[in-house]
């Protein structure tokens, strides 16, 4: 996961322009700490960042074509990039990088090659034949882009908002499957699945297919050259992806560089759901456990690095990024500099405790839908953030593109929550990967109730949380809140911590714009809290807000968090 960089069209280009260009792609140097790059054409800058996971001892950028006319710097990984250099066999390839594919398409097929990439991915590329650029985010906005315009008339990219929010008037989130073309003149759609209508779907479910395209999510995200593992917090969706992995780590080029042993990884504080049920899961697929722990005051402590590397001032956000941002640090000082995650199985099937209350199948489908349409801006960003803040790269087989199609094509009848047919929540998933003869998990793994990531750390780090803004936000101030910040208002002392602390990294307008708001309970879009009228008297994100769902949900009168109940497991 690399840091990106790109101003277009800038009336200065003078030296000092270059360096104040690199000036500012270091403020990315954590994404990128293995080399830096930078390419310069008249008033067009490129820079780039590396973490050099494919090819570290060639593959630099930016990277070019041929004759160097044409330049790209690219944040991502293709996964398919060697069956794409069979399509480009007449071209010259100057890396084994993966990503050098794109300048090389570009040529063959001209602006509509994106959606043969299959990856993570944000680009820039120039063409200084005629001075033309356009950029590209992946699919669904795993990896982090911003778009923005200076008051010179220039465009500027850039994979973190800290890059390009002194420098633009303007700036915004890049939208996931879009492509900004110079020539085109702005942004235009490139990915366009069935399921992004919302029409409600009627293919049956098929339990073979949906593992079988999860497995091979899972395996083309094993291409690395570099040591890796696995965030397990012994969850469904972490614990799937730990034990595919396993699986096939043998027969994969990764092991014979660096071994068949997989390395799992969980944080939490002491005695919390996770690294209980993770050390177990770990012990039944034989991996090599790296138990991380941190204390309350350790995460506050925290707060506002956190904010100033994610960059959002959304609560759930900041919650679960804290102890995943501490905990990546403790991955790199291990020499790991990749990992697979679980993000994204929650959003496709359905999985948070509150669509227990979905109250027909048309609803839960066009939630999911919403949700997997909104996850740059909440889990993706948190995944890829925290990890990238210490030159981690997280990646996340839940959301390949060829596996959401197919996720998303079922008929949704088959994810509703049917207590009186044994269906909890992600049922089609957990019996996909029930089998019996050569089981993937045990079976009390497989069906295990759903804990966000914020709750299973331990429930006291999210009651820690409020107590601590209880004390540094007065009771007076949050009754001028709506003074004070008249756009997605705070309405909770939590909320109004993290947006002083934000505020005061990204003062301007722009940057609040960039943060969603609305109700929420435990994860929920604003339409999905009608779901249940008390919702709207407990609007936590917590997954414990979902009343009469969670084993330890919150008392339905008293919004006060109550102590878990013992064997909330």
Same mark, same amino acid.
């Given at each position: 996961?690399?840091?990106?960089?790109?101003?277009?069209?800038?009336?200065?280009?003078?030296?000092?322009?270059?360096?104040?260009?690199?000036?500012?792609?270091?403020?990315?140097?954590?994404?990128?700490?293995?080399?830096?790059?930078?390419?310069?054409?008249?008033?067009?800058?490129?820079?780039?960042?590396?973490?050099?996971?494919?090819?570290?001892?060639?593959?630099?950028?930016?990277?070019?074509?041929?004759?160097?006319?044409?330049?790209?710097?690219?944040?991502?990984?293709?996964?398919?990039?060697?069956?794409?250099?069979?399509?480009?066999?007449?071209?010259?390839?100057?890396?084994?990088?993966?990503?050098?594919?794109?300048?090389?398409?570009?040529?063959?097929?001209?602006?509509?090659?994106?959606?043969?990439?299959?990856?993570?991915?944000?680009?820039?590329?120039?063409?200084?034949?005629?001075?033309?650029?356009?950029?590209?985010?992946?699919?669904?906005?795993?990896?982090?882009?911003?778009?923005?315009?200076?008051?010179?008339?220039?465009?500027?990219?850039?994979?973190?908002?800290?890059?390009?929010?002194?420098?633009?008037?303007?700036?915004?989130?890049?939208?996931?499957?879009?492509?900004?073309?110079?020539?085109?003149?702005?942004?235009?759609?490139?990915?366009?699945?069935?399921?992004?209508?919302?029409?409600?779907?009627?293919?049956?479910?098929?339990?073979?297919?949906?593992?079988?395209?999860?497995?091979?999510?899972?395996?083309?995200?094993?291409?690395?050259?570099?040591?890796?593992?696995?965030?397990?917090?012994?969850?469904?969706?972490?614990?799937?992806?730990?034990?595919?992995?396993?699986?096939?780590?043998?027969?994969?080029?990764?092991?014979?560089?660096?071994?068949?042993?997989?390395?799992?990884?969980?944080?939490?504080?002491?005695?919390?759901?996770?690294?209980?049920?993770?050390?177990?899961?770990?012990?039944?697929?034989?991996?090599?456990?790296?138990?991380?722990?941190?204390?309350?005051?350790?995460?506050?402590?925290?707060?506002?690095?956190?904010?100033?590397?994610?960059?959002?001032?959304?609560?759930?956000?900041?919650?679960?990024?804290?102890?995943?941002?501490?905990?990546? +640090? %403790? #991955? !790199?000082? *291990?020499?790991?500099?990749?990992? /697979?995650?679980?993000?994204? $199985?929650?959003?496709?099937? @359905?999985?948070?405790?509150?669509?227990?209350?979905?109250?027909?199948?048309?609803?839960?489908?066009?939630?999911?839908? +919403? %949700? #997997? !349409?909104? *996850?740059?801006?909440?889990?993706? /960003?948190?995944?890829?953030? $925290?990890?990238?803040?210490? @030159?981690?790269?997280?990646?996340?087989?839940?959301?390949?593109?060829?596996?959401?199609?197919?996720?998303?094509?079922?008929?949704?009848?088959?994810?509703?929550?049917?207590?009186?047919?044994?269906?909890?929540?992600?049922?089609?998933?957990?019996?996909?990967?029930?089998?019996?003869?050569?089981?993937?998990?045990?079976?009390?793994?497989?069906?295990?109730?759903?804990?966000?990531?914020?709750?299973?750390?331990?429930?006291?780090?999210?009651?820690?949380?409020?107590?601590?803004?209880?004390?540094?936000?007065?009771?007076?101030?949050?009754?001028?809140?709506?003074?004070?910040?008249?756009?997605?208002?705070?309405?909770?002392?939590?909320?109004?911590?993290?947006?002083?602390?934000?505020?005061?990294?990204?003062?301007?307008?722009?940057?609040?714009?960039?943060?969603?708001?609305?109700?929420?309970?435990?994860?929920?879009?604003?339409?999905?809290?009608?779901?249940?009228?008390?919702?709207?008297?407990?609007?936590?994100?917590?997954?414990?807000?979902?009343?009469?769902?969670?084993?330890?949900?919150?008392?339905?009168?008293?919004?006060?968090?109550?102590?878990?109940?013992?064997?909330?497991?």
């Amino acid at each position: 996961m690399c840091g990106i960089l790109a101003v277009l069209g800038c009336v200065d280009n003078s030296q000092a322009k270059r360096a104040r260009i690199i000036e500012l792609s270091r403020r990315l140097r954590h994404r990128g700490p293995d080399w830096s790059g930078i390419h310069c054409h008249d008033d067009c800058y490129l820079a780039h960042q590396r973490l050099a996971i494919v090819d570290p001892t060639s593959g630099d950028q930016p990277l070019y074509n041929e004759d160097k006319t044409v330049v790209v710097t690219v944040n991502g990984e293709i996964y398919n990039h060697k069956q794409l250099r069979q399509k480009l066999s007449s071209h010259q390839f100057r890396t084994g990088s993966d990503c050098e594919v794109i300048a090389h398409l570009y040529e063959e097929y001209g602006e509509e090659f994106v959606n043969m990439l299959d990856g993570m991915f944000a680009f820039i590329l120039l063409d200084t034949r005629d001075k033309s650029f356009i950029a590209a985010r992946d699919a669904i906005g795993i990896t982090p882009l911003y778009l923005g315009w200076g008051l010179d008339g220039s465009t500027w990219f850039a994979s973190e908002m800290k890059a390009l929010s002194d420098d633009c008037e303007r700036f915004m989130s890049f939208p996931p499957g879009h492509i900004y073309s110079s020539k085109q003149g702005g942004l235009r759609r490139w990915y366009n699945p069935p399921w992004f209508s919302e029409i409600v779907p009627s293919t049956p479910y098929d339990p073979i297919l949906l593992r079988e395209t999860f497995e091979r999510a899972v395996v083309k995200r094993m291409m690395t050259d570099v040591p890796f593992g696995v965030l397990l917090s012994g969850g469904l969706d972490s614990s799937l992806v730990a034990s595919v992995v396993n699986r096939y780590l043998a027969e994969s080029e990764a092991a014979r560089q660096w071994g068949s042993q997989l390395h799992t990884f969980c944080i939490g504080l002491k005695g919390s759901p996770d690294l209980k049920a993770a050390k177990e899961v770990a012990d039944y697929l034989g991996t090599r456990h790296h138990e991380l722990y941190f204390t309350v005051q350790e995460g506050i402590d925290a707060l506002e690095e956190v904010i100033y590397h994610i960059e959002t001032y959304d609560v759930t956000t900041i919650r679960a990024s804290t102890p995943m941002f501490l905990m990546s +640090r %403790k #991955i !790199k000082s *291990l020499g790991v500099k990749m990992v /697979l995650s679980g993000e994204g $199985s929650d959003e496709i099937f @359905g999985g948070y405790l509150y669509f227990h209350k979905a109250p027909n199948k048309k609803e839960l489908h066009e939630e999911t839908c +919403r %949700k #997997i !349409k909104a *996850l740059h801006l909440y889990d993706c /960003l948190r995944a890829n953030k $925290s990890t990238a803040a210490w @030159g981690v790269e997280a990646r996340v087989p839940f959301l390949d593109k060829e596996f959401i199609e197919v996720a998303m094509s079922m008929d949704p009848e088959w994810k509703m929550i049917r207590r009186d047919l044994g269906r909890i929540e992600k049922w089609v998933l957990r019996n996909a990967f029930d089998d019996e003869k050569n089981p993937y998990l045990p079976k009390h793994i497989l069906y295990r109730q759903k804990e966000q990531f914020s709750d299973g750390v331990g429930y006291s780090w999210i009651d820690a949380l409020k107590d601590h803004a209880d004390k540094q936000v007065p009771d007076a101030t949050m009754l001028a809140a709506s003074f004070i910040y008249p756009e997605n208002t705070p309405t909770t002392k939590e909320g109004y911590l993290y947006r002083t602390i934000f505020e005061k990294f990204f003062p301007k307008n722009a940057a609040r714009a960039t943060v969603p708001g609305g109700p929420s309970v435990a994860c929920s879009t604003a339409k999905a809290v009608e779901w249940d009228a008390a919702w709207s008297k407990n609007l936590d994100p917590s997954g414990r807000a979902a009343l009469g769902v969670h084993e330890a949900s919150y008392d339905a009168v008293d919004t006060k968090v109550d102590k878990p109940k013992n064997g909330t497991l």
